[in-house]
T-cell receptor, first 112, second 111 residues
Framework: NAGVTQTPKFQVLKTGQSMTLQCAQD?????MSWYRQDPGMGLRLIHY???????DQGEVPNGYNVSRSTTEDFPLRLLSAAPSQTSVYFC???????????FGQGTRLTVV | GESVGLHLPTLSVQEGDNSIINCAYS??????FIWYKQESGKGPQFIID?????DKRQGQRVTVLLNKTVKHLSLQIAATQPGDSAVYFC??????????FGAGTRLFVKA
């Protein structure tokens, strides 16, 4: 059982480049979320989804897009990378709104 | 290793002592609360949860207390061990769809 899998683990981008962070879960969870974690800031919610075809914005959505075409996958797209998006990104999934989240191992992104 | 959490509040305890980590949450309508543990280089891991209709829940060596009057959550770890050293986050579910995390506390256990 792989749980939540994120790829890549590390990425360096130049300012203005775009890329997609991948997230897949094999637990048949309806709820999936993306967070970013900066030093001293805890985890901040970027976007979330409550099922295939349904997404919504979190606390810090600007500069990011998401889609949810399948239950398993929830990719996060950076449209035009900026140094302020340098962070560690975590994907999470959970079965319902009242159960714990399972997190991936994270993607460390550096924008230069 | 990870550089996150450099400026987090730190709690330092002696091995074998009990630890208490506190958290203030923001939304009086939140209905579900969770504590997560994050070790260096890893994603957060679930420790214990509590629903808003409860004020205390116990697990193995851990207890969560919820005070809705003052919007306060605490995590108690009994007989703290070196393996408990990590960053601890409280999180609240607002409306069942969003999970919002607190800033976190770094626990350092002295052997």
């Amino acid at each position: 059982n792989a749980g939540v899998t994120q790829t890549p683990k590390f990425q360096v981008l130049k300012t203005g480049q775009s890329m997609t962070l991948q997230c897949a879960q094999d637990m048949n969870h309806e709820y999936m979320s993306w967070y970013r974690q900066d030093p001293g800031m805890g985890l901040r919610l970027i976007h979330y989804s409550v099922g295939a075809g349904i997404t919504d914005q979190g606390e810090v959505p600007n500069g990011y897009n998401v889609s949810r075409s399948t239950t398993e996958d929830f990719p996060l797209r950076l449209l035009s990378a900026a140094p302020s998006q340098t962070s560690v990104y975590f994907c999470a999934s959970r079965l319902t709104g009242l159960t714990e989240a399972f997190f991936g191992q994270g993607t460390r992104l550096t924008v230069v | 290793g990870e550089s996150v959490g450099l400026h987090l509040p730190t709690l330092s305890v002696q091995e074998g002592d009990n630890s208490i980590i506190n958290c203030a949450y923001s939304n009086s309508a939140s209905d579900y609360f969770i504590w997560y543990k994050q070790e260096s280089g890893k994603g957060p891991q679930f420790i214990i949860d509590i629903r808003s209709n409860m004020d205390k829940r116990q697990g193995q060596r851990v207890t969560v207390l919820l005070n809705k009057t003052v919007k306060h959550l605490s995590l108690q770890i009994a007989a703290t061990q070196p393996g408990d050293s990590a960053v601890y986050f409280c999180a609240e579910n607002t409306g069942g769809f969003k999970t919002i995390f607190g800033a976190g506390t770094r626990l350092f256990v002295k052997a």
